[in-house]
């Protein structure tokens, strides 16, 4: 009895180590398993910080397209304002043109008839 006794003792000791090297490992992993946690937590929070530092950004960016597209309002009726002023500078130096040939042809009209006078 007492051989069978020593012998369930050893068993019971095997089995006893064979658990604290598994509850070992098994803590070992847990801790390995905290630490990716926390390392993808931190990647998370970065990537975060970063899609709202772009979001952001896309904001300004928005602004900006919005008062380029004013400006470009503005600047396009600029032209269309300098555009009709020059048609009609344009049209006014037509009949400038043609009162000053007319202007012409009657001074060419008077001026023999003076000289003959």
């Known amino acids: 009895l007492q051989w069978q006794a020593e012998q369930t003792c ?6 006893q180590e064979e658990h604290e090297q598994l ?7 847990a801790e390995g398993l905290e630490q990716s946690l926390r390392n993808a937590e931190a990647v998370l929070a970065e990537r975060a910080a970063q899609l709202r530092d772009a979001q ?10 919005e008062e380029l597209h004013g400006e470009n309002r503005r600047f396009a009726m600029a032209l269309q ?6 048609k009609s500078m344009e ?3 037509q009949l400038l043109e043609e009162q000053a040939l ?5 001074i060419g009209k008077i001026t023999p008839a003076s000289l003959s006078g």
């Not at 509850?23 to 992993?29: G, S, T, W």
Request: glycine letters at 0%; a positive charge; charged letters at 25%.
């Open 23 to 29: 509850l070992q490992a098994a803590v070992e992993q």
């Open 91 to 93: 049209e006014k130096n």
């Open 10 to 15: 050893r068993q019971l000791l095997r089995t």
């Open 102 to 106: 007319a202007l012409k042809q009657l």
């Open 56 to 65: 952001a950004q896309l904001s300004r960016n928005k602004l900006l397209i």
């Open 81 to 86: 304002a300098a555009e009709l002023r020059q």
